[in-house]
């Protein structure tokens, strides 16, 4: 994912801990958190580092199409495989 701070482009990579590439979708939340969904799950950027949030574990193939947080602070996801609610 291409990433721009106003002054330089840079790019962030599995190695920086965002789960899969490439992002199709980017939902920022109240928070202050960026969730990205790829065909791989879910990520999240939070204070200044990537961790994933789903799958917690393993290679399933997810493919994430759209994210949206809910009034309650939750997530919710479009996937391959039905709504997913976090």
């Known amino acids: 994912m291409r990433i721009y701070d106003g002054l330089n482009w840079g790019m962030f990579t599995p190695e920086d801990g965002l789960w899969g590439t490439p992002v199709h979708v980017l939902c920022a939340t109240q928070d202050g958190s960026i969730y990205a969904g790829t065909d791989l799950g879910i990520s999240r950027y939070h204070k200044g580092a990537?961790?994933?949030?789903f799958p917690a574990e393993g290679d399933l193939h997810w493919p994430v199409s759209d994210l949206m947080e809910a009034a309650d602070g939750s997530l919710w996801a479009a996937t391959a495989w039905g709504a997913l609610h976090l």
């Open 50 to 53: 990537w961790s994933r949030v």
